[in-house]
């Protein structure tokens, strides 16, 4: 059964928690995050993407950018934007975008959790990935990014969570600048944090990274380092989001040439495997195994034909018939993470971006995919298999900086 516990966040103080909140180091690249952090001495961008404070040469895995966030996160507690929790706590944290809320509940997952497949993983990670942030965890004493974990639903820990909401008030509530609305509760009662801890041993039999593959595995290696060698590695920074909470978003391809076809014959290839139907409009499927395709100004309605894939959980993905049936065989994309040939765009750029990228000539074609469902991502972790990469896109993202763990 999974093993959660209460922690001691380091976070900001209420007057400084908008400034501080900050979009995940792993989706701005350095000068986005420099543009973004100007003029805000308070960004947590300074800490999780401390190359943003050296000049702009600096190789952004150097040991100077970790010792620059070490730096960056003691100054921010000596001038107490940041302090520490008295006790350990649980913590409520509520996103809202477009009208849509969803609700997790904040804590420290154990990492004999994760070694041991209690916690399921659902994707390969990449080394060089998982060794910036083993440095950067090892040089600040600090777990800074969430791993975002999912579970079956469980009516108890739904009531406890809902009535806490209801019945005490927020210590952050505030609107990002992207128009996305963040709260966030201390949960410091020592009844109902039993309550929790324990309803979570007896009835959550597993939990699944949702999206957080590199930061999980970086912190079960830490706890490996004599970096790691204190209590609080053995435990990693977690948002758990019920599966009826989450929303998963499409994730979407864009490819720079035909591989050598004509249009006309790239449409005939294609046809051998797929039902292809003009669209008056761009095409964003409804179902399983319907594509959108953007090529020459034009859309498509791309449907898989029978026979074309099998009923396995990996097989029956539509990123998998994409891949085995026209972008292998057809555009001649053997290995989705390593083409440069190939790009991924989030759904929440919705179609317009491929269209964009195609118009510009940067692309030739886009394909527009139905999401992965969540059930779809259970069913994978559970067997044991790994799917395709880039196949799920979870929106909207946690902030970094409002609840950080210090592993000391």
Not at 189 to 206: C, L, N, Y
Request: aromatic fraction near 10%; include cysteine.
């Amino acid at each position: 059964m999974a093993t959660i516990v209460p922690f001691t966040a380091l976070r900001p103080q209420a007057q400084y928690a908008k400034q501080v909140a900050s979009q995940p180091y792993d989706v701005l690249n350095s000068k986005e995050a420099k543009r973004e952090a100007r003029g805000n001495p308070n960004s947590f961008l300074h800490i999780t993407k401390a190359e943003i404070d050296l000049p702009e040469d600096t190789d952004v895995h150097a040991k100077e950018v970790y010792e620059k966030a070490k730096d960056n996160l003691d100054a921010f507690i000596q001038r107490e934007v940041l302090f520490r929790e008295n006790k350990p706590c649980y913590y409520i944290y509520q996103l809202v975008m477009n009208d849509k809320s969803q609700t997790g509940l904040v804590c420290v997952s154990s990492v004999d959790d994760y070694e041991n497949d209690i916690i399921k993983k659902h994707e390969y990670t990449r080394p060089e990935k998982e060794q910036d942030r083993i440095s950067h965890i090892s040089t600040t004493g600090a777990q800074t990014g969430n791993v975002f974990l999912a579970y079956k639903n469980v009516a108890e820990l739904d009531a406890l969570i809902e009535k806490w909401q209801t019945d005490k008030k927020p210590v952050y509530d505030f609107v990002a600048d992207d128009g996305i609305s963040h709260t966030i509760w201390v949960i410091n009662d020592d009844k109902t944090i039993a309550a929790i801890t324990q309803a979570f041993s007896e009835k959550v039999d597993h939990t699944y990274i949702a999206d957080g593959h590199h930061r999980a595995a970086s912190a079960a290696r830490v706890r490996l380092t004599a970096a790691g060698d204190t209590e609080g590695a053995n435990y990693f920074l977690t948002t758990l989001f019920p599966a009826s909470q989450l929303r998963i978003l499409d994730y979407n391809r864009v490819v720079k040439d035909l591989n050598g076809l004509s249009k006309d014959t790239f449409l005939q290839r294609i046809a051998e495997s797929f039902d292809v139907e003009p669209s008056d409009s761009a095409f964003a499927p409804q179902q399983l195994h319907s594509f959108g395709m953007y090529i020459n100004k034009r859309w498509y309605k791309l449907t898989a034909k029978p026979g074309t894939y099998t009923g396995d959980p990996i097989g029956v993905l539509d990123v998998t018939i994409l891949q085995n049936n026209l972008l292998d065989p057809v555009l001649g994309i053997k290995d989705q993470r390593t083409d440069r040939r190939i790009d991924f765009v989030g759904g929440i750029r919705g179609l317009a971006e491929l269209e964009k990228r195609v118009n510009s000539g940067e692309m030739q074609v886009a394909f527009s995919l139905y999401p992965v469902s969540i059930q779809q991502l259970f069913d994978i972790a559970d067997s044991g298999m790994v799917m395709p990469p880039k196949s799920t896109w979870f929106e909207p993202k946690l902030r970094d900086g409002l609840l950080t763990h210090l592993i000391d």
